[in-house]
C-alpha cells in the first residue's frame, strides 16, 4: 500500500534580489508542500513479525484519492478491550469476491464458507472491496485449486495482512488501499510506546516482515517533530526556527524519491518524530506560527540541517562530510547557553582495538595526534600513530572512529588535555578600524550600499580603502573630511585577542589519553543552544536562521 508522491500546497513567496543603485528586483519562488508525508516509524516498528495495536478501538479506512491517502472514508470499525495485533499471512490464501456492504456482511459470509466446510475462511477486504479469504493452504497450487473452484484468486502469504484479536484472525487485506486509523475527536493509533495522527501503513519488506509508517499531514507531523527536538522551555523564536529547520529539512526529504516505502524515518538519522503523546502546547503552537515557512537558498529549501550545541563555533559541512555546501558554513556560535562539557579516557590498548576494529594495519598503538583549526576549535584530523606507520582520520570519522571502542566522541570540539603542543597554537591581536561619518539619503555613483557605506539621513558619506578615507557629497563630489562635524568623533578602531590563524598539533604522553570536548553533535547548521541564547539576546527566528544558515532566506 504505498503511493506515488502527488499532490502538494503550492507556496509562493518572493526572493529579493541584491538591492541596486535606482531600484529594487524581486523575483518569484514556489515551492510544493506536500499534503502529507510517509515517515517511517523504525525506532520502534520495523521489520517486525507482527505488530500490536493497542488502542481498543479503530477504523479501516479506504482511500478516495490515489495521490492523498488522508482523503478517505471510513469501511469498517473494530473493538476489542485487549487491543488488536497486525502481521503478514502464514499460508497461501484463497480471496473470493463477495457481495456485501460492510464488514459484518463480509462476516456473515465468511460463517457461510465455514458452514459449507472452509473452516478457515475469515472476512476479507480485497482489491478494494469486500471478500471472503481463505487462509491455511500449504502450497500455491493448493490455493489456486480452491480459488478457481469458488470463482477467485490464490493469494501467496506476502500478499496478506492480517489483523487478530488474540492471535485469532478478524480481518484480512490483500491489495487494497486501506489503512488503520484512530477513533474520537482527535482520532490517534496506539502502537505501544506511542500514538501517532493520522493513518498507519504496514508495508510488507522483501524480508517477510512488516514495519509501520505514519501517513500523516506535514504540518501535524510537525508537531511532534519539534517536540523531540528542542525543549519547549527554550525561548520561543528558537523553537520558531527549529520549527521552521524541521519543516524545511521534511520537505527536502520528501522532494527526493524513495523506494523504502517512506519519505523520511523517526529517527535522529533523520530527524527526532515521537508522535503525539510528546506533542507540547508552545512547541505546537511555534510550529502554527511559522506555518508553511521555509528556508531557500538561491529559490529552493534547503537541507536544513541542526544539532545540538557547537562549543562556540559551527563546522563546515565540507569538514564533515566531504561537500561543499553554500550554505551550510561554519560560522560563530558563541551566544550558545549551557553548552556541555564531556570528557573521556582513551588508552593505549583502546586505540588497539580500533586499529583492529577498521583493519588499519599499523602496528600496535603508541599513541594519537589531532589538529585543531584554530577558528572553530574543531578537530580537522586525528592520527593513531603505530609501531608500523601512522593511519590518518579525517572528516565526521575524527570523532565516530570512537564508536569503535563503546561510542563515538559527542563532539569534534575537543583537545588531549594530558597531550603536548607539537606546533601551532599562542594568539595574535588584530586591530580593526571603524571609520564611521554621516550618511546619505540616495546612492553615490562608484559605490556600493552596504560595503562603502549605508544610506541615511544626512548628505555626505565617509568610506575607508586600504589607503584612505575618503568623503563624498550628495552630488557625488569629494568632501574634504576635516569639513563634516563630528567625523573624528566617530573614527573608532577595536583590538581584539584571538587564536593564531592557521591549526595546533596536540600529541599525546604516555598510555593514558585524557580527552576534554564541549558540545553535542555533528556541528553544521543550526545550533539548538545556540539558538536559544541568540533568541535571549533579541534575535528572532529569521535572524537566528539566516545567522546559521549562510545567504539565505526565509519565506
Aim: hydrophobic content about 35%.
Amino acid at each position: 500500500m504505498i503511493f506515488l508522491k502527488g499532490k502538494g500546497k503550492l507556496l509562493a513567496g518572493f526572493l529579493s534580489a541584491a538591492l541596486v543603485f535606482s531600484s529594487s528586483v524581486t523575483s518569484a519562488f514556489a515551492a510544493v508542500i506536500p499534503e502529507y508525508i510517509r515517515v517511517g516509524l523504525t525506532m520502534s516498528y520495523a521489520e517486525k513479525s507482527s505488530i500490536a495495536i493497542e488502542s481498543t478501538s479503530i477504523r479501516l479506512v479506504r482511500s478516495l484519492d490515489s495521490e492523498n491517502p488522508l482523503d478517505n472514508e471510513t469501511v469498517a470499525e473494530f473493538d476489542s478491550s485487549s487491543g488488536f495485533n497486525v502481521r503478514l499471512g502464514l499460508s497461501y490464501q484463497a480471496a473470493v469476491p463477495i457481495s456485501a456492504s460492510s464488514y459484518d456482511d463480509a462476516r456473515a459470509e465468511a460463517s457461510s464458507y465455514v458452514s459449507n466446510g472452509y473452516a478457515n475462511a475469515v472476512a476479507g477486504y480485497y482489491n478494494n472491496d469486500w471478500a471472503v479469504i481463505i487462509y491455511g493452504y500449504g502450497t500455491l497450487g493448493e490455493a489456486q485449486n480452491a480459488a478457481s473452484a469458488l470463482g477467485g484468486d490464490a493469494l501467496s502469504p506476502s500478499d496478506v495482512t492480517i489483523l487478530d484479536i488474540n492471535g485469532d484472525p478478524i480481518l484480512l487485506i490483500a491489495d487494497s488501499d486501506a489503512y488503520f486509523m484512530g477513533s474520537g475527536d482527535t482520532p490517534v493509533v496506539d502502537l505501544g510506546a506511542r500514538s501517532y495522527r493520522g493513518i498507519i501503513d504496514f508495508i510488507h519488506n522483501s524480508s517477510g516482515t512488516l514495519t509501520a509508517v505514519n501517513v500523516i499531514d506535514l504540518e501535524e507531523y510537525l508537531y511532534g517533530v519539534v517536540a523531540a527536538e528542542i525543549p519547549s522551555s527554550y525561548e520561543y523564536e528558537a523553537i520558531k526556527a527549529q520549527a521552521c529547520a524541521a519543516r524545511t529539512y521534511a520537505l527536502y526529504k520528501w522532494n527526493r524519491e524513495s523506494d523504502i516505502g517512506y519519505d523520511i524515518c523517526d529517527s535522529t538519522h533523520c530527524q527526532a518524530y515521537m508522535g503525539y503523546d510528546y506533542e507540547d502546547s508552545t512547541t505546537r503552537q511555534a510550529v502554527i506560527d511559522t506555518e508553511g515557512e521555509l528556508i531557500y537558498y538561491n529559490g529552493s529549501p534547503i537541507e536544513a540541517l541542526f544539532f545540538s550545541s557547537s562549543g562556540g563555533y559551527t563546522e563546515d559541512a565540507v569538514n564533515v562530510w566531504g561537500t561543499d555546501v553554500a550554505y551550510l558554513k561554519a560560522v560563530d556560535d558563541s551566544q550558545e547557553i549551557n553548552c556541555p562539557e564531556w570528557e573521556r579516557t582513551v588508552t593505549l590498548d583502546d586505540l588497539d582495538a580500533i586499529i583492529s576494529a577498521n583493519g588499519y594495519g599499523i602496528g600496535s598503538a603508541t599513541g594519537m595526534r589531532i589538529t585543531i583549526d584554530n577558528r572553530t576549535n574543531r578537530v580537522q584530523m586525528v592520527e593513531i600513530l603505530g609501531t608500523n606507520g601512522t593511519k590518518e582520520i579525517t572528516l565526521e570519522a575524527c570523532r565516530t572512529v570512537f564508536g569503535s571502542i563503546g561510542s563515538s566522541f559527542s563532539s569534534r570540539t575537543y583537545t588531549i588535555t594530558n597531550g603536548v603542543t607539537v606546533s601551532g597554537g599562542g594568539t595574535e591581536s588584530v586591530t580593526t578600524s571603524n571609520n564611521l561619518g554621516t550618511f546619505v539619503t540616495d546612492p553615490i555613483d562608484g559605490f556600493s550600499v552596504g560595503s562603502d557605506y549605508v544610506l541615511g539621513a544626512d548628505c555626505a558619506v565617509v568610506y575607508s580603502d586600504s589607503d584612505e578615507t575618503k568623503a563624498y557629497g550628495y552630488d557625488g563630489s569629494e568632501i574634504d573630511i576635516n569639513d563634516i562635524p563630528g567625523l573624528a568623533d566617530l573614527t573608532t578602531s577595536t583590538t581584539t585577542v584571538r587564536p593564531s590563524s592557521g591549526t595546533t598539533v596536540i600529541q599525546s604522553q604516555g598510555s593514558t589519553i585524557e580527552v576534554k570536548g564541549y558540545g553535542i553533535g555533528h556541528g553544521v547548521g543550526l545550533s539548538q543552544m545556540g539558538a536559544n541564547g541568540m533568541a535571549a539576546n533579541g534575535a528572532d527566528y529569521k535572524e537566528i536562521l539566516q545567522h546559521y544558515y549562510t545567504g539565505t532566506t526565509v519565506e
